[in-house]
């Protein structure tokens, strides 16, 4: 569903194929409802001023690793970045700024 997704929203010209062998991928917590949810919404409002809305994390996570522990996971990074600081993730001197990292801890602390 998610490629015909794809195809349909950029009008077919971004080509995407399924691969077959890579990651299994970890079942879907809900979505916008629930008491999990409510608290990261909660949380993100009171620390970031923002809602949260669910999207792709792209990318491996530890789920595997808490599938047998909890119903539901949420792949979150509570993280506030601008553009350039995207440039820092999985690059040469990988970090986040002092300030975003504070407020993270502030987020955990909160949760």
């Not at 979150?76 to 990292?101: T, V």
Request: charged share 20%; glycine share 6%.
């Amino acid at each position: 569903r998610v490629l015909a997704e794809i195809k349909l929203a950029s009008d077919n010209m971004i080509d995407c194929q399924e691969i077959k062998d890579g990651f299994n991928s970890r079942p879907a917590a809900p979505t916008m409802s629930g008491p999990a949810f409510d608290i990261i919404k909660s949380v993100n409002s009171e620390v970031y001023g923002v809602t949260c809305a669910p999207s792709l994390m792209i990318g491996g996570t530890d789920t595997a690793h808490y599938l047998d522990l909890c119903d539901e996971i949420y792949r979150h990074s509570p993280i506030h970045m601008n553009m350039a600081d995207l440039s820092m993730f999985h690059g040469e001197n990988e970090r986040i700024s002092a300030a975003a990292l504070a407020t993270q801890v502030e987020w955990y602390t909160k949760m």
